[in-house]
């Protein structure tokens, strides 16, 4: 595996977190540059679902990731082999990124020559949610080995997202999960949200979401 | 199902969260009460393997169960049918438990004619492992699912666990799980910590872990 650039990210120096986010969202509109805050639970596949979205897309777009861990670069190296450009933020211990910090990692990942950033937030239904990054669009992944629960016990977390992932559906023989309840308690706490089913182990449904997505880069960028 | 009893738990005012969960430990070793604390991701099977762990303890200790969580009653109204005393516990919207809150939650269970607790801790690998709830032990559940390599992710977990539960082993032959990795991750951040491998669902395994519990409650209350 290729070796990837680590940034360590310096705590916020400013209070008002949704202002420099609102500031940040100006910039990229102004830099034609589409910014997905991308949050789950640890392990439930957001690398993967990475990968699958950078092979769709990358012919279409220049894509650029940003890779938020605790510690380790286990992820960025798996990234680095796609294609995109990859930058590793370790946030040194800091269960979340706010405005500043994405500002941080953008600038690392230099995205003159892009056209959409992902940012892997970390593995956490609970502080991503209560920090506003910058992002133009925020989305989730829920995997099926979780339960379909979830929405009612993180709440916060499925208002703020415009699209829900529904991940691993090849395992769901194996477990008491139920799709349609799973829909129900999403809309429950966002009648927008979009859920889709996929398995980015296998590609199954991918393409639904590469297809938002890339409905989102170009309205955005105003391509 | 039972109705259950809800705790708006309040922000801490102490500073010093390592003094008061100092403070809590010698207040539980004079009451002869046993605290565990058991954390993990969203979705990997704290409340079933719980369900499990009374239904194998109950005609021994008295149990009582603490279910912290941002909002919802879904998990206590499901222990309170196993015969335990349970208190839900509302963070309100808060990542982790530490040890005021915890004294608090404790305070609403009225522990006096009990020998041990088990308190839920919020579903979040980062937070939680920061603050010392008062608990005699720290346990974690890692399931199947998320993958063999959050030790190498979430370090800082993993090395205040006495005991790491990995957890729906019937699943073990759908995904890419190396329990040997796992082991050999979870021993490089904690050389000390037992990793028992069980089913909450089948019940496969939770005999080594109800047995280790078990020693712990005896030593610790001095039975």
């Known amino acids: 595996m290729k070796e990837v650039r680590i940034l360590e990210i310096k705590q916020s120096v400013f209070a008002d977190n949704d202002r420099q986010a609102e500031l940040l969202r100006q910039e990229l509109k102004k830099k034609k540059l589409c910014l997905l805050n991308l949050m789950s639970s640890p392990g439930s596949g957001k690398t993967t679902t990475l990968m699958r979205t950078i092979e769709a897309l990358k012919d279409t777009y220049r894509i650029g990731v940003m ?8 992820d960025a190296r798996t990234i ?38 992902i940012l892997e937030n970390v593995g956490n239904l609970v502080c991503p949610a209560e920090f506003d990054t910058g992002a133009v669009k925020n989305a989730m992944i829920l995997s099926v080995p979780e ?66 997505l890339s409905e989102q880069v170009r309205d955005w960028n105003g391509l």
């Open 147 to 212: 339960g379909h629960d979830k929405p009612l016990k993180y709440p916060l977390m499925f208002s703020v997202c415009d699209v829900v992932l529904v991940n691993k559906i090849d395992v769901l023989p194996y477990f008491d999960f139920d799709l349609e309840k799973c829909r129900e308690y999403v809309h429950r706490r966002n009648p927008q949200a979009r859920v889709i089913p996929v398995c980015a182990k296998t590609g199954e449904g991918i393409q639904e979401w590469t297809d938002w």
């Open 80 to 117: 680095s082999e796609s294609g995109a450009r990859v930058i590793q933020l370790h946030t040194g211990g800091m269960c979340h990124l706010d405005a500043e910090m994405t500002r941080q990692g953008l600038e690392g990942l230099d995205p003159a020559e892009l056209d959409l950033v």
């Open 67 to 74: 890779e938020a861990d605790i510690d380790s670069d286990v």
